[in-house]
């Protein structure tokens, strides 16, 4: 079955870095489009960044451009997620998922990982 496995999450003070990684499994990941979401307690889950089967097109929420990358590696069937100059309203669990193509409705996407917590102190 399919399988998605966030990990890299943790506790950080604002200004600081983390990078977030997803490994796939049990699906052709070179096929999927790759999304970071996430969702703080009480609100609606929001795209942070997605990333083309390619790699060659990338998007970024206007809440975290200038400070977060995404990236994938096809051979590693992963995706990552550099988050630099973390602030406390980045606090949120952090979910990547795949879809067929870029998009930034949570429901277009297929599958999703089980999420990953990050907490922005400051």
């Known amino acids: 079955q399919v399988q998605l496995v966030e990990s890299g999450g943790g506790l950080v003070q604002a200004g600081g870095s983390l990078r977030l990684s997803c490994t796939a499994s049990g699906l052709t990941f070179s096929s999927y489009a790759m999304g970071w979401f996430r969702q703080a307690s009480g609100k609606e889950r929001d795209i942070v960044s997605g990333i083309t089967r390619s790699g060659a097109n990338t998007y970024y929420a206007d809440s975290v451009k200038g400070r977060f990358t995404i990236s994938r590696d096809n051979a590693k069937n992963t995706v990552y997620l550099q988050m630099n100059s973390l602030k406390p309203e980045d606090t949120a669990v952090y979910y990547c998922?795949?879809?067929?193509?870029?998009?930034?409705?949570?429901?277009?996407?297929?599958?999703w990982g089980q999420g990953t917590q990050v907490t922005v102190s400051s």
């Open positions: 998922a795949a879809g067929s193509r870029l998009q930034s409705n949570y429901q277009a996407y297929d599958y």
